[in-house]
């Protein structure tokens, strides 16, 4: 199946710094990634819509100048954590479709672990 | 607006046994339902879909999902248990390119 690349899968920041995640679709065109924010135990919660070319969607409660989001290219979307804080510690999950699968499965990748310290 | 409920946060199961992760759903029109596995520390693996077509729908590692539109539900099933299907599962439905999740279910298999 398609993959998704994320990097880095584990971060540790110092409070106040940034913080960048890359998301990666290796061998399809997604016009389309989501970014989500899992805490432990809990389900997945949508950040933002990333849309190439165009600003990305967020959802209510995002805050958008914090959660900076790029989807520069049709197989890369970037989420950058700007000036860290301890609860923005938590797991990151981005995932993408295939526009040419039209709409069936998203692709998820393997997650970053963000700890700010 | 669309919405899924995993009603056990957690089930438990002998090894060898049969499984059900429970999933029901509230969508308007026609909905596109998926099921999702997660690993500790790890992204979501696609297990299998519901589109269209057959209402039995067989997915990866042997498990299964039966659509029911009646009851509105969706509920993983698997014949015969491994400790190795230990995970947090997420059924997940898709109404208009955006997928909403289920609060997700940790399934346990005990050997």
């Known amino acids: 199946g398609a993959v998704v690349s994320q990097h880095p899968s584990r971060v540790i920041c110092k409070s106040g710094t940034s913080v960048k995640i890359e998301c990666r679709s290796l061998d399809f065109q997604a016009t389309t990634m989501f970014w989500y924010r899992q805490f432990p135990k809990k389900s997945l919660m949508l950040m933002a819509t990333s849309n190439e070319g165009s600003k990305a969607t967020y959802e209510q409660g995002v805050e958008k100048d914090k959660f900076l989001i790029n989807h520069a290219s049709l197989t890369l979307s970037t989420l950058t954590v700007t000036s860290a804080h301890p609860e923005d510690s938590s797991f990151y999950i981005c995932?993408?479709?295939?526009?040419?699968?039209?709409?069936?499965?998203?692709?998820f990748g393997q997650g970053t672990r963000l700890t700010v310290v | 607006a669309q919405s899924v409920a995993q009603p056990e946060d957690q089930v438990n199961v002998a090894e060898g046994n049969p499984l059900t992760v429970k999933c029901t759903y509230s969508?308007?029109?026609?909905?596109?339902l998926f099921w999702y596995v997660q690993y500790p520390n790890r992204g979501l693996q696609f297990l299998l879909k519901?589109?269209?077509?057959?209402?039995l729908v067989k997915g990866s590692y042997g498990f299964e999902a039966e659509f029911n539109k009646s009851q509105t539900s969706f509920h993983l099933k698997k014949p015969s248990a491994l400790v190795s299907d230990s995970a947090l599962y997420f059924c997940?439905?898709?109404?208009?390119?955006?997928?909403?999740f289920g609060g997700g279910t940790r399934l346990m298999v005990k050997p």
């Open positions: 995932s993408a479709r295939d526009i040419l699968l039209g709409n069936t499965e998203a692709f």
């Open positions: 519901y589109i269209t077509g057959d209402n």
């Open positions: 969508v308007s029109g026609n909905p596109y």
């Open positions: 997940a439905v898709d109404a208009g390119n955006m997928l909403t």
